[in-house]
Nanobody, 124 residues
Framework: VQLVEFGGGLVQPGGSLRLSCTVS????????IGWFRQAPGKEREGISC???????YYKASVEGRFTISRDNVENTVYLQMNSLKSEDTAIYYC???????????????????WGPGTQVTVSS
């Protein structure tokens, strides 16, 4: 099983990026997928997740700015990030687990699978 994130980079405040998480080796439709991020000096936090039924959840700090979506045919999950702020600077990770609670960060359990992460830097 492999998860790989793409799409990170440097963007100015107010700009947009779209991250993608390409999944191989598992049936994506049977897993909940979450996006996490870890800023320098901070703990990793769950920011958005999508369940197997397509229901979506967002951390308050990104709700209204970020949109998660999944394409089970392409085995890819996306995170559209708009109106980016400097505090969004972090390494972004995608994770897969059968449990929504795990990929939302609500459960302390570690997701079954992680990607290596992609750096997002918001700076002028």
């Amino acid at each position: 099983v492999q998860l790989v994130e793409f799409g990170g980079g440097l963007v100015q405040p107010g700009g947009s990026l779209r991250l993608s998480c390409t999944v191989s080796g598992l049936r994506l439709e049977t897993y909940a997928i979450g996006w996490f991020r870890q800023a320098p000096g901070k703990e990793r936090e769950g920011i958005s997740c999508v369940n197997t039924d397509g229901s979506k959840y967002y951390k308050a700090s990104v709700e209204g700015r970020f949109t998660i979506s999944r394409d089970n045919v392409e085995n890819t999950v996306y995170l559209q990030m708009n109106s980016l702020k400097s505090e969004d600077t972090a390494i972004y990770y995608c994770a897969a687990d059968p449990s929504l609670a795990v990929v939302s960060g609500a459960s302390p359990a570690r997701p079954d699978y992680w990607g290596p992460g992609t750096q997002v830097t918001v700076s002028s």
